[in-house]
């Protein structure tokens, strides 16, 4: 029995001290100041876990430049730890995202997760790049590998993107970037983890020896969630659906159900062999301190 245990099965399975597992963050830059407060409160809470890095979004078109960078480079000043900035290929020249990956180094992030992006329109838009662009996450990888010694993280989908002709395509492609100098994929959420193994292996056997590290969306709020999944071409299981119908009005059972699911479907993933996840908080700690306590990851004194 561990500290956590509270008589639900899920708890009683997970085991107290697998302080092998790595975490890491994902945030979005914060559009205002009370957003902005909510952002570092949640980091401050999640710190003690020791992230390997946590990682900013890039939003769409460069909107965020400025401020992807002004967080990233205040993480690192601030809290001391690693920060990981995205970025896109979306409406700029290669001359202008080259100088975006100039400015991370300056001021001495030295991780990207590097990405094509998407349409300002949306992912169901095809993509044109910009006349002078990257036109892909391969070609900002090898960019990013001119300029500098970074570590590069790239985007792989256990459904397949919603653009990749075919499964073929889609494991070609994450070969590409892996080929081209990326350190490891970090997956789109997903909530079947069937899906994940099953990519894990077509990537494995199409030669991918980098860490494919499972990207867990846990549902603050099933809508929200529902849409974004939508958006980015991830299913939503009928199961899962039926879990959260009629919770809208009552946030209690919708975050212990959330709290449920997620920490079971992490727990299968670790019983699978799995041994680093990256988490997209929204900018949220709540589910995700009791979730890394109940992985056992090792918390600083
Ligand atoms: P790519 O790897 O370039 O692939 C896109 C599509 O094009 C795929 O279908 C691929 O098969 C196809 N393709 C690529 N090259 C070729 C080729 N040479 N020939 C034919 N087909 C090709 N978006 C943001 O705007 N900001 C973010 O901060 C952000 N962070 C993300 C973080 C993670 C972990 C993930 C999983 C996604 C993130 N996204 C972000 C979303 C991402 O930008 C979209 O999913 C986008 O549609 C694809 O980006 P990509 O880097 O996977 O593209």
Redesign the pocket.
Known sequence: MTAFDTGSNVVTRLRPARRDVAVSF?F?PPKTDEMEARFWESLDRLAPVRPRFV??????GGTTRER?LRMVTQIKANSGIDAAA?????GASRDEVDAVVRSYRLVGVNRI??????PPSG?GEV?EPHPDGY??????VAGIRRIGDFDI?????PE??????DWD??I???K??IDAGANR?????FFDNADYWRFLERARRAGINAPVVP?IQPIHNFKQIAGFAAR??TSIPAWLAARFEGLENDPDAHERVAAEIVARQVDELLDGGVREF?FYTLNRADLLLSLTRLLGVKVAA
């Open positions: 994902e979005f990682s900013v979004t890039y939003g769409a992807t995205h970025l896109t290929c979306v997760v590097a990405l094509r992006g998407d992912i993509f036109r892909n996450a391969a070609e900002l993280t790239v985007a792989a989908y397949k993107h919603p653009q990749s002709a395509a889609d070609d492609n994450l590409r970037k994929a970090i997956t789109q959420m990207g980015c071409g990256h």
